[in-house]
């Protein structure tokens, strides 16, 4: 069983940048892939940034691109989203998630994914 904890939300300016992290415990997640969503209030789970088992491959929504970076740290068994030039429409409880079944890809559909987090929230000011 793995257990993941997510850290790093707050309130930011637009503009500003956020560093989350998403600790995993239980077992290691070296060879899962990860991924980053977000939920708005009243809007539907969506895809933010994934990464593979050994970061060879990432991707992003598109709303994101150029702004986010996802990474890992297999050796902490943490994965990272740095969040820059953030936008009022980031706002949204961040979760991560772990996926040990297709490791070598990034999923982006939420019901793939074994293992999340309780989230973190995100509120970004105009």
């Known amino acids: 069983q793995v257990q993941l904890v997510e850290s790093g939300g707050g309130f930011v300016q637009a503009g500003g940048s956020l560093r989350l992290s998403c600790a995993a415990s239980g077992r290691t997640i070296a060879s899962y892939g990860i991924g980053w969503f977000r939920q708005a209030p009243g809007k539907e789970r969506e895809f933010v940034a994934g990464?593979?088992?050994?970061?060879?491959?990432?991707d992003y929504a598109d709303a994101v691109k150029g702004r986010f970076t996802i990474s890992r740290n297999n050796a902490k068994n943490t994965v990272y989203l740095q969040m820059n030039s953030l936008k009022p429409e980031d706002t949204a409880v961040y979760y991560c998630a772990a996926e040990p079944s297709l490791p070598w890809k990034v999923i982006t559909t939420p019901h793939e994914y074994d293992y999340w987090g309780q989230g973190t929230q995100v509120t970004v000011s105009s």
């Open positions: 990464i593979n088992w050994s970061s060879s491959i990432t």
